[in-house]
Nanobody, 121 residues
Framework: QVHLVESGGGSVQAGGSLRLSCAAS????????VGWYRQAPGKQRELVAS???????TYAYAVKGRFTISADNAKKTGYLQMNSLKSEETAVYYC???????????????WGQGTQVTVSS
């Protein structure tokens, strides 16, 4: 079984920064994909950024140039550095990972519990 723990959320003023972390624990051979999503009240969950084990990144247009996603496979942890935050980015942020628990084994997908990010104007 794999367990994800998110941290780093909180309250910040517009223009400020936060760094989210998503630590995976359990029987993990490889962290193959890390995605960060967010869901604001009354809105659908949306992809913010993602990174593959090969280092390929994708970003939502709204966050390009301000957010940076990274991952440390040795630590089994993904990160999302968020700069120049805007009030409309207030949401619960979730991490989503693809994990291989053994060499050659299948990939399993897991969601974190979510962390609240509140940006005040």
């Amino acid at each position: 079984q794999v367990h994800l723990v998110e941290s780093g959320g909180g309250s910040v003023q517009a223009g400020g920064s936060l760094r989210l972390s998503c630590a995976a624990s359990g029987s993990i051979f490889s962290l193959n994909f890390v995605g960060w999503y967010r869901q604001a009240p009354g809105k659908q969950r949306e992809l913010v950024a993602s990174i593959t084990s090969g280092g390929t990144t994708t970003y939502a247009y709204a966050v390009k140039g301000r957010f940076t996603i990274s991952a440390d496979n040795a630590k089994k942890t993904g990160y999302l550095q968020m700069n120049s935050l805007k009030s409309e980015e207030t949401a619960v942020y979730y991490c989503n990972v693809d994990v291989q628990q053994r060499l050659g084994g299948p990939q399993d997908n897991y969601w974190g519990q979510g962390t609240q990010v509140t940006v005040s104007s």
